[in-house]
């Protein structure tokens, strides 16, 4: 079956440095991926897409990629900020949208 | 301002009760979605809608009903036909030319 896979295990780094966070898909191929932001208790947030023939995509202090090739995205935060804690989603497109399962960023002051 | 809402934030219900959760969008966006989120999972699809008086089943719909009379509006009930409803219920909006979903802030549902 079509599946979005993120790390469940959450990602600890110190405030400054930058997050990379994984999402593979399997099964499928995606013309783009979403990813958003989730707060607890809050619904989630967009953040960026990113089309199957775009290689990289930047807004402000994200960043994320796509390679076909590996089936993978990678999100990264550059100058990471103990506000950007949060659970991040990835999501593809199959005419509807599958979402992974997220990964929790913690980053300590 | 422009959003989607969602009431109640926080409900209980006895078992074998059905219960029906709001979902208001003033974005003029004609897909609305409904998503199921459990601890360590992703967001699963109960039921969407492209247009009003128009849905169709997601991946998870057995034990849900939905109704879309009018474009801002598309309640879920779930019914007592659910066997494990407590979880976070997500609306969603999206425009027809657009990509990126608008969610709401969730209800939190728990059956006693």
């Known amino acids: 079956s079509q599946k979005i896979e993120q790390n469940s295990e959450a990602l600890n780094i110190q405030e400054g440095k930058t997050a990379t966070l994984t999402c593979n898909y399997t099964n499928y191929s995606p013309a783009y991926l979403q990813w958003y932001r989730q707060d607890p208790g809050r619904g989630p947030v967009f953040l960026l897409l990113i089309r199957e023939n775009e290689k990289e995509k930047r807004k402000e202090r994200l960043k994320v990629t796509f390679d076909t090739t590996l089936k993978q995205s990678l999100f990264h935060i550059t100058a990471s900020q103990p506000a950007d804690s949060a659970t991040y989603l990835c999501a593809g497109n199959t005419g509807k949208l599958i979402f992974g399962q997220g990964t929790t960023l913690q980053v300590k002051p | 301002d422009g959003g989607i809402t969602q009431s109640p934030k926080y409900l209980f219900r006895k078992e074998g009760q059905n219960v029906t959760l709001s979902c208001e969008q003033n974005l003029n966006h004609d897909a609305m979605y409904w998503y199921r989120q459990d601890p360590g999972q992703g967001l699963r699809l109960i039921y969407y809608s492209q247009i009003v008086n128009d849905f169709q089943k997601g991946d998870i719909a057995e034990g849900y009903s939905v109704s879309r009379e009018k474009k801002e509006s598309f309640p879920l009930t779930v019914t007592s036909a659910q066997k494990n409803p407590t979880a976070f219920y997500l609306c969603?909006?999206?425009?027809?030319?657009?990509?990126?979903?608008?969610f709401g802030p969730g209800t939190r549902l728990t059956v006693l």
């Open positions: 969603a909006s999206k425009g027809l030319a657009a990509d990126e979903q608008f």
